[in-house]
């Protein structure tokens, strides 16, 4: 009973209960917040790894160095808090590249969304912190404390070393935080090396149409939930310009396979897809199919290039002839004014693409949409829809953005279609959804279990010129009668180069809505593995 005693002693003292607090309270809020998507296994891993740092400690008795491993725990610890308090949801590899890609002002945009009471936590926490550096563990004289320690440290050091002799450390062995740093860190190199390559390939693909002027335009939307559009159905007036339109093909059953722009975009433009998951640098794209069939590419975007290094996207955009970033405002975190960028600083470079000579074009439009901080997309002429309830309040600014956002498509629409003689055909298309409490009672597009409908459910809009219409011989009436068909964007790729008439080994007629070939029966698998169509809400 005595040596139990003295364990129990050792343990304590060595161990502080404020100390045992400060580690655990991160895996208590996930078990808290949701207790499915917490994993028992970090509690035995925790426990693991605390001997490996805190025996130095003991023996060395440097405050120094106990202070600087409580303040270790402690940074990891308030990363894992907020992120189950704001995300609903452990860290992952995907919430660090978003991070990763966020500047302050986005940064401070998306904490005043999600801001919840919930954060009162960090302030108990932040206490564990303070009482953990002021009392640091007791070095009491025992005779037994060598071997109690002793034995604690072999177990720990038996369990590192039986799991890295399996080649299954990172992956079972370590803590969650520790386990996504390094994780990050290998897909960083990855996005390194990516960044020195970033020519167009030369491939097998030719235009048909040879001696014709042509010039396709692809805009891609941000966080656009078709849901909140009036011309799908809502009852907010929210496209009073598009819904007039008699020139537009509207295909109302389109999803995006992901929430988020990096996967959601790369996909759209490349081979890879659900089924057949390419990596950035092995797939082909879009730039290398229209590059080698003899276009000149353009890309011009109001998202800001913020970490150019690590951003697939603007990897891929840097593959064009011709590269804008017009989103001057946001472009680094460091900069000291922060102000909204409107999408209508795409129209001018847009113009200038246009009236450049060259027989053939490829045009990217990348828009800054409906991303969150919602108010501060749109200027105050768009500021039509109101109310005083926050949860009210922040679905009429999606709303208003969406608004706004109905002026830039119809005003792009208009820019190209100015030359009627011009072979020239339009896509619309946004690169996911936004959940404004449409389900589960959350705002955005990041989730922790099921993916909502909300997140995936796009428009995609087709426009012709008369030109186009005439030269390709299109029947008006078959091409609408395609709209209700179940698309998934990943399958862009195909459809971009079936629409442009280019010929390549690349292309997959069963993949492109436009061919008689389409397969309307492919399963619509969402990045949470869940089929699309067999969702019940």
């Not at 011009?300 to 017009?326: C, E, H, M, R």
């Not at 078959?478 to 862009?492: G, H, M, R, T, Y």
Request: hydrophobic share 40%; proline share 4%; aromatic share 12%.
């Amino acid at each position: 009973m005595k040596r139990f005693s003295l364990i129990f002693k050792t343990l304590k003292e060595v161990y502080p209960l404020h100390f045992v607090l400060l580690v655990f309270t991160p895996i208590i809020v996930g078990f808290i917040i949701d207790h499915e998507l917490s994993d028992n296994r970090y509690i035995i891993i925790n426990l693991i790894w605390i001997p490996i740092f805190t025996t130095p400690c003991i023996f060395i008795r440097k405050r120094i160095v106990y202070q600087l491993f409580i303040s270790v725990i402690f940074l990891t610890g308030l990363m894992e808090i907020s992120h189950w308090i704001i995300i609903k949801g452990p860290i992952t590899i995907t919430s660090l590249l978003v991070i990763s890609n966020t500047n302050l002002q986005e940064a401070k945009e998306f904490l005043s969304l999600k801001a919840t009471l919930w954060l009162i936590v960090l302030i108990p926490y932040m206490y564990l912190y303070i009482s953990s550096v002021q009392h640091s563990p007791k070095y009491y004289q025992s005779k037994l404390k060598p071997y109690i320690i002793g034995v604690i440290l072999l177990i720990s050091v038996t369990f590192i070393f039986e799991n890295a002799i399996h080649k299954r450390l990172i992956r079972k062995g370590v803590p969650q935080v520790a386990k996504t740093m390094f994780s990050f860190i290998d897909k960083r190199n990855l996005y390194k090396e990516a960044m020195q390559t970033n020519s167009p390939r030369i491939i097998n693909a030719k235009s048909s149409s040879i001696n014709i002027q042509q010039t396709f335009v692809l805009i891609i939307g941000e966080s656009c939930n078709r849901q909140h559009m009036s011309l799908y159905g809502a009852s907010r007036k929210t496209n009073p310009k598009l819904e007039i339109r008699n020139d537009l093909f509207v295909f109302n059953n389109v999803v995006s396979p992901y929430s988020n722009t990096l996967n959601s975009v790369l996909s759209m433009l490349s081979q890879s897809n659900m089924e057949q998951k390419i990596s950035f640098e092995n797939s082909i794209d879009i730039i290398d199919i229209f590059h080698s069939a003899g276009f000149k590419t353009y890309w011009i975007s109001n998202q800001s290039p913020i970490g150019i290094w690590d951003n697939l996207v603007t990897v891929f955009a840097k593959k064009s002839d011709y590269v804008k970033f017009v989103n001057t405002s946001s472009n680094s975190s460091l900069e000291a004014t922060y102000t909204s960028s409107y999408d209508s600083k795409l129209f001018k470079p847009f113009i200038s693409a246009l009236n450049e000579d060259a027989s053939k074009k490829f045009i990217v439009l990348h828009l800054i949409g409906s991303h969150s901080s919602y108010s501060k997309r749109y200027p105050n002429d768009y500021k039509v829809f109101s109310a005083k309830k926050k949860r009210e309040k922040i679905i009429a600014e999606y709303d208003n953005s969406i608004l706004y956002n109905d002026f830039i498509v119809d005003s792009l629409i208009n820019i190209v279609s100015q030359d009627i003689n011009q072979v020239s055909s339009l896509i619309y298309i946004s690169d996911h959804g936004e959940n404004v409490y449409d389900e589960q009672d959350r705002v955005g597009h990041d989730y922790s279990k099921n993916l909502p409908k909300a997140n995936v459910e796009v428009p995609f809009i087709v426009w012709l010129s008369p030109a186009y219409i005439k030269i390709n011989q299109i029947n008006t009436k078959i091409f609408k009668s395609k709209s209700a068909k179940p698309f998934a964007s990943d399958d862009l790729f195909h459809s971009i180069m079936d629409l442009n008439n280019i010929q390549s080994p690349y292309l997959d007629s069963t993949r492109s809505i436009f061919n008689e070939a389409y397969n309307d029966a492919r399963q619509r698998i969402l990045e949470d593995g869940n089929d699309y169509d067999k969702i019940v809400l």
